[in-house]
């Protein structure tokens, strides 16, 4: 029926003027998706040029493209269109031929955006005039000016409606092109309590453990070799008073978590209103692994967290203001016999000799060091 | 060696011995070789002076002489190695306190302050009326030694006079002490520096005229020489045999550990038949005599330094894993010490043939493991150090084949396995100790829990089939559930030593077991020593600089450092806004943590905007630099602690006056008191620091 309307339609109005066929040619058109391309074999197709009549087909093409209404493209070789909106089409009609050039090659890049040398280089026109144009453009807003995640130094154009793609944002780290700090701290503070809540049995799971830890804590003193790795042993910060014993799962375990478990995860828990891929959340992964923090498992490739970071976490230590806590935190390994001497972070360690201006005798870091 | 570990070495001789001797060692170490008369005009001391000086130095081994051919006038230089170890004396000293007592450590002690002494000497500082058996004999430095033990009389305080009973006792400490590398034997070579034993040793060995092919002769003579330098350095098994006639051998750990290699790693080359006639290596000498009077001992550094990177690894360990874990591994690294003689592993071969690089690793068997008294007695507390999780999450199989193996290898381990379990405890005691209670029961939980988890049941008795894996999920879990991979007490060692090899540090590298070989386990010394480096060199970057800072160092480091980043790239990688990024990359390499390559596109030209600026992480220039660093912030400490003791001279010798002393509160005004507390503290918190910065230096520099 509705085929039988399709093909009736025109027939039934086969006396009505060129200008009418244009029309409901450009109407049939623009009703299928956008950047819908279409041959000459498609327009006939669309059954509303009476008896296919490809001479009537190119007086109404030739005449949409001329009113900027169709935009005539070739593919391998052969003539194609492509259908401009009616409001598109009014701004073209509105520009200078430099613009529109300027705004054709804009708008083709689509949500990449294009940079403003390219458009140069590819319109071939003077840098001036494609200022001028591009100016010209903006203050109509038919452009913006948008920044990429990877080079934030180049001027970069795209439609004033569209989005900027993922390739330009950076994806979901990024903001108006910029890194998104706060962003990534959340997201990684999430994940590595997620992991950290998966990667370490707590004694209390083993009911019987604390009867035993208590009797190994009086052995050592017996033997010799003990005093040897005790002293090692009471060197380390799991001795501190808030020290939260953790048990390691059994060799060969293979729960700890991988990249998709996370991704899945931290999309199902509405954090945030984007959506993590897993190479994303693999970028966020790699960060915690290279700030000591977690540790990718040799076999399975399943994260856990590192010891120190899981206990600091379950102290709760990594407070809201992160940012300024994560310096001193244990996970982070910052301790080093050679910065715990005045000279390791002496600024002037370059001048001080013996016998120089600069000495040990004198030096007040030591004094001040040696007062601590 | 650097002009900042030079000046280190000045500065603790001269803390230890004072000026002259500090004065005449700065002199050979900023001059390189003098002869006497060189000294004489570069120190402007008399020659009587001078030649008091050259002895005590000589004595400790921080100069090297030697005489060309005994032509012409003996040259001297200064040992910067020896001079370093002085701050590490007391580390040394307390290592033998923890193991083997207090006898041997204030024997030792000795020893380092007479720096080498003869055998029969020792003896006799402890027994003067003992008659020594034997001549005394010429060795080079036993007039150097004469001389200086009458000026420092080793007297060994009463206390330590109770507890020796006899000579006899004096001698199996010392033979303990030989064997386990902790002191050694000293030969002449160990005067001359390293150049000169070399030219000493080409000139000395003689080449075999037997051998037809000119390359293969040469190939045998470098051997020989090696080995001629390897015997001077840690004393051959003639000096053994010499030393204690009535040694009885045990047989070496480090021959029976490797004996049943295959052929293909007997041949890596003689290394491995090179090392078999050592001594230092770790023979257990349990002598049934006395010594040999004339041998000279010294100290044996090399040593120490190996033990000093095996209680690092066991802090990692401790650290990342928990208590009950590094346990295990440090009796396992203990029972591994007699394999090495030195930390860099001269044996080890990275090689694409794993077998190979494992071959080159010291390995300890788990059936060795389980002797030990102390693992035995820690036994209950191992298995309940352990998390419980479900079955179904545990997968060994994976752990246990991945580990690098040729598939032939792989093939036969898994049927050996498969076997045991058919079989039953009859397999348990074909290998196992008689120590351990339970132990066919133990072996048979082992081999549930493998089937338990990846094989079907284990009622199952028919013979095990080629194709079945240990892959094969679980069909019929035919026993109760277990929620801890321990089943059993003396599982729970082997589940520790598997978990220590299922860490990203790689603690170990199992060995499977295989129809002619116990199951082992490899230590990857060489990685290792790179893992704690790579920890020492982010710990002081991110002390510096901040955790973003260890974050790049990281990524720099990550990709075997050959990897060069632009900023655009490390923006990506890091997520660390460009600015910020760029003040701490800037501030990185003007420390010299990281390096910065440019290079320009446009040719000569260099404009600024035209240059790629990549970023790489090369870990030798940053650990020199730190290494460098490090020498400095000591020099600096031993100085000011010279400078603190001067404030508090006259107190400090009063206080140390005889009649003072156990009279301080007493005699000195509280003044005096305060200051010399205050003092104490202070030298306290300097020699501590200069303590954790040796440990800092051994894994720079020495690991
Ligand atoms: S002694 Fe003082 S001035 Fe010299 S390097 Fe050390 S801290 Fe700096």
């Not at chain 2, 001698?171 to 030989?178: E, W």
């Not at chain 2, 209950?380 to 193996?405: M, N, Q, T, W």
């Amino acid at each position: 029926m509705l085929e039988k309307m399709d093909i009736d339609q025109p027939n039934s109005e086969s006396g009505s003027s060129r200008t009418e066929i244009k029309n409901a040619l450009y109407a049939r058109c623009a009703s299928l998706p956008a950047e819908t391309v279409f041959s000459q074999h498609d327009l006939l197709d669309l059954g509303v040029i009476p008896d296919k009549d490809i001479k009537l087909l190119l007086q109404c093409t030739q005449e949409l493209t001329r009113e900027g209404l169709l935009k005539l493209l070739t593919r391998d070789g052969r003539a194609c269109w492509r259908v401009v909106k009616k409001e598109d089409a009014q701004k073209y009609k509105s520009l200078t031929a430099e613009e529109s050039l300027v705004y054709s090659y804009v708008e083709s890049a689509g949500r990449e955006g294009i940079w403003n040398r390219m458009l140069r280089i590819r319109s071939g026109l003077h840098m001036t005039v494609v200022g001028e144009a591009v100016k010209s453009l903006e203050r109509r807003n038919y452009i913006k000016q948008i920044k990429t995640a990877k080079f934030p130094n180049r001027k970069t154009y795209m439609l004033a409606g569209l989005q900027p793609s993922e390739v330009v944002t950076g994806g979901p780290f990024y903001t108006d092109g910029t890194l998104d700090d706060e962003f990534v701290h959340q997201m990684s503070r999430w994940t590595e309590r997620y992991i950290v809540g998966r990667s370490w049995a707590k004694p209390s799971d083993n009911p019987h453990i604390h009867s035993n830890s208590k009797k190994t804590s009086k052995q050592p003193r017996t033997s010799k070799h003990q005093t040897e790795s005790e002293r090692l042993v009471s060197s380390l910060p799991s001795r501190n008073a808030n020290y939260i014993d953790l048990l390691p799962f059994p060799p060969g375990f293979t729960g700890y978590p991988s990249v998709s478990e996370i991704t899945r995860a931290i999309n199902a828990s509405n954090l945030s209103p984007v959506t993590m891929k897993e190479a994303e959340m693999k970028q966020l992964l790699d960060i915690l692994v290279w700030d000591g923090r977690i540790e990718e498992n040799l076999l399975n490739g399943g994260y856990k967290a590192v010891k120190k970071a899981a206990i600091a976490v379950m102290n709760g230590q990594r407070t809201n203001e992160g940012q300024i806590n994560e310096g001193t935190e244990p996970g982070d390994g910052g301790a080093s016999a050679l910065t715990e001497a005045p000279c390791g972070r002496c600024p002037v360690i370059g001048f001080c000799e013996e016998r120089g201006p600069v000495n040990a005798r004198s030096c007040e870091y030591f004094t001040d060091w040696l007062m601590i | 060696m650097s002009e900042y570990a030079t000046q280190l070495s000045v500065v603790l001789v001269n803390g230890i011995f004072g000026e002259l001797p500090s004065q005449v060692f700065h002199a050979l170490a900023f001059n390189g070789r003098l002869s006497f008369s060189g000294l004489l005009h570069h120190t402007h001391f008399s020659p009587v002076e001078v030649r008091h000086s050259i002895s005590v130095l000589i004595q400790q081994q921080l100069v090297y002489w030697y005489e060309p051919d005994n032509i012409g006038p003996a040259l001297y230089e200064a040992n910067l190695e020896n001079s370093y170890l002085l701050a590490r004396s007391g580390k040394y000293i307390q290592l033998l306190k923890d193991r083997f007592g207090d006898f041997a450590s204030e024997l030792v002690s000795n020893v380092i302050i007479l720096g080498h002494v003869r055998i029969g000497d020792l003896t006799r500082t402890y027994f003067p009326s003992i008659d020594e058996r034997g001549p005394l004999s010429e060795i080079v430095a036993s007039d150097h030694l004469s001389q200086l033990s009458d000026e420092h009389p080793v007297k060994p305080n009463g206390d330590t006079e109770k507890h020796v009973h006899t000579v006899d006792e004096l001698h199996s400490t010392i033979s303990n002490l030989l064997g386990a590398g902790l002191l050694c034997l000293v030969h002449e070579s160990y005067f001359r520096s390293a150049a000169d034993n070399i030219a000493e040793a080409e000139h000395v060995v003689p080449r075999d005229g037997s051998i037809k092919s000119k390359k293969q002769q040469e190939a045998t003579w470098e051997l020989d020489v090696q080995q001629k330098l390897e015997d001077w350095r840690y004393g051959s098994k003639a000096d053994m045999n010499t030393l204690a006639p009535n040694l009885q051998r045990t047989k070496r750990t480090f021959d029976g550990e490797h004996d049943e290699l295959p052929t293909k790693k007997r041949k890596l080359a003689g290394l491995r038949a090179k090392g078999s006639d050592q001594i230092a290596g770790g023979q257990e000498i349990a002598s049934s005599g006395w010594l040999d009077q004339d041998f000279i001992v010294r100290v044996n550094h090399e040593k120490l330094k190996i033990i000093m990177r095996n209680q690092q690894l066991v802090a990692l360990a401790e650290e990342s894993i928990g208590t009950a874990t590094s346990t295990v591994y440090a009796e396992l690294l203990r029972t591994a010490e007699p394999q090495l003689r030195k930390c860099k592993n001269e044996l080890y071969i990275a090689d694409d043939d794993p077998e190979i690089e494992l071959a080159t690793l010291p390995q300890v068997s788990t059936d060795k493991l389980k002797a030990i008294k102390k693992l035995l007695h820690d036994l209950p507390d191992l298995s309940s150090a352990l998390g419980k999780v479900d079955p179904s999450e545990i997968d060994l199989g994976r752990l246990l084949h991945k580990s690098k193996k040729p598939k032939k290898r792989r093939k036969s381990v898994q049927s050996d396995a498969d076997e045991a379990s058919v079989e039953g405890s009859a397999s348990s005691d074909e290998s196992e100790s008689e120590n351990i209670a339970n132990e066919s029961e133990s072996d048979r939980s082992t081999n549930d829990r493998y089937s338990n988890s990846n094989s079907p049941s284990r009622g199952d008795n028919d013979h095990p089939s080629e194709g079945r894996n240990y892959k094969t999920p679980d069909t019929t879990p035919d026993t109760t559930p277990k929620t801890n991979g321990v089943t059993s007490p003396s599982d729970a060692l082997r589940q520790h030593l598997l978990l220590l090899s299922d860490q990203p540090q790689r603690f170990l590298i199992p060995v499977p077991r295989t129809k002619t070989d116990l199951e082992k386990w490899a230590v990857p010394y060489h990685d290792l020593s790179r893992t704690l480096l790579q920890n020492a060199i982010v710990s002081i970057t991110i002390s510096r600089f901040g955790p973003l800072a260890g974050r790049l160092i990281r990524i720099l480091a990550a990709n075997d450092n050959s990897t060069k980043l632009d900023e655009k790239m490390l923006v990506l990688l890091s997520l660390i806004p460009q600015k910020q990024m760029r003040t701490l990359l800037h501030s990185m390499h003007r420390a010299g943590h990281i390096e910065l390559q440019e290079i320009p596109k446009d040719g000569s030209q260099r404009r600024p905007g035209m240059t790629l600026f990549y970023w790489f992480f090369d870990p030798d220039r940053c650990r020199k630099k730190m290494l460098e660093e490090t020498y400095k912030t000591m020099t600096r400490l031993v100085q000011r602690a010279r400078v603190e003791r001067e404030g508090v001279r006259s107190t400090v010798e009063k206080a140390e006056r005889t009649d003072v002393v156990g009279r301080e509160e007493e005699l000195l005004g509280e003044g005096e008191l305060m200051a010399l507390n205050e003092w104490k503290e202070k030298e306290e918190r300097i020699w501590g620091e200069v303590g954790r910065l040796d440990e800092l230096v051994a894994v720079l520099r020495d690991f």
